[in-house]
């Protein structure tokens, strides 16, 4: 449905993105992740045209950007960061002037109806927009970016500035409509990602760093994991037992319970290796009940954040090496 081929975009020396490439499939719910300046805001203003790639090519639906850009944004219904809203119009007032100037011809009261009701603003339909709360503003902009049934959303920190009950509901209206869409949502709220995505896309310095489903993010780090484990047994025996098994790096009890004679234990894996079924059936083999197995600091957040500074380091040390002055001879 979109796809990214060798994509750059130079400012001069800077590149906003270096040879970018990735493709999301038709009814995908994909996270567009970085930091501040990192390339996001450049890839969707090139993908919605309102930017020029240097070189590289962008296909929607098959569909080159660049050859037909008008075909392209049939196909797409985008909400910047800020809605360009027109405050002094009602709701309905604003949703008639988007279906006449997308040149929509579906049935213009059936549609924006649906519309209307999908992103719950019905009751709101006749109030000018410059009276409507944020939240009731950003459902304005998103039902805008569904006039036309376009097939891909894209969306652009949609949940700023809103209080925790617009989150909720925005998240879930987003799940709905990946649907009967495919939804590129770029954002810094690493939750919502988690909360709303199926896959994620990371980019920092203009570079591609990881894609991967939200569920193997770990994968892209080719660290060591460490699993906190909740074992009864005694404790001797456990430890000895999980030292000697393949994959395992480090074990160690670090809190126990003798009430319930269980014992928690820090288990660093090799990297590459997923302990996980090692560990549980080593506690089958040995009866010992195996009450809790979790990872540690494997949260979003937290694979974001050594990601980005992994990224970072090569980074950096790419330049030096290109800075580094010849020795002389």
Same mark, same amino acid.
């Given at each position: 449905m979109i796809e990214f081929q060798n994509v750059v975009k130079r400012y001069g020396t800077h590149f906003a993105l270096d040879d970018v490439s990735f493709?999301?499939?038709a009814g995908e719910i994909v996270g567009l992740l970085g930091p501040n300046g990192a390339g996001k805001s450049t890839?969707?203003?090139?993908?919605?045209g309102y930017l020029a790639a240097t070189s590289g090519r962008i296909l929607v639906d098959g569909i080159d950007a660049v050859g037909s850009p008008i075909d392209v944004r049939r196909k797409i219904g985008y909400l910047p960061e800020q809605p360009p809203l027109y405050p002094e119009m009602t709701v309905d007032e604003y949703l008639s002037f988007v279906y006449s100037l997308k040149g929509c #011809?579906?049935?213009k009261k059936k549609h924006l109806e649906e519309i209307m009701r999908l992103t719950q603003i019905t009751d709101v339909r006749s109030r000018l927009i410059s009276h409507l709360s944020k939240g009731y503003r950003q459902r304005v902009g998103i039902a805008e970016a569904l006039v036309g049934d376009p097939p891909i959303l894209i969306f652009d920190e949609p949940t700023v500035g809103l209080d925790p009950k617009q989150i909720i509901e925005i998240r879930s209206l987003l799940r709905a409509l990946s649907k009967k869409h495919t939804v590129l949502?770029? #954002?810094h709220i690493l939750s919502e990602v988690q909360a709303v995505c199926r896959r994620v896309i990371v980019i920092n310095r203009g570079k591609i760093v990881?894609?991967?489903r939200t569920e193997d993010m770990t994968?892209?780090?080719?660290e060591e994991r460490c699993f906190r484990a909740e074992i009864v047994g005694p404790s001797k025996e456990v430890l000895s037992f999980l030292r000697n098994k393949s994959g395992v790096k480090r074990v160690e009890m670090v809190s126990s319970s003798q009430e319930s004679e269980t014992n928690v234990y820090e288990i660093d894996a090799?990297?590459?290796?997923?302990v996980r079924k090692t560990?549980?059936?080593a506690c089958a083999d040995n009866r010992w009940p195996l009450v809790g197995l979790a990872p540690i600091g494997e949260d979003l957040e937290s694979i974001f954040v050594r990601l980005i500074n992994k990224s970072d380091k090569s980074a950096t040390k790419a330049d030096t090496r290109k800075n580094k002055s010849p020795k002389a001879e």
């Open positions: 493709k999301i499939e890839a969707m203003n090139i993908l919605t #011809t579906l049935n949502l770029s #954002t990881a894609n991967e994968r892209t780090l080719d090799e990297k590459g290796v997923d560990i549980f059936f």
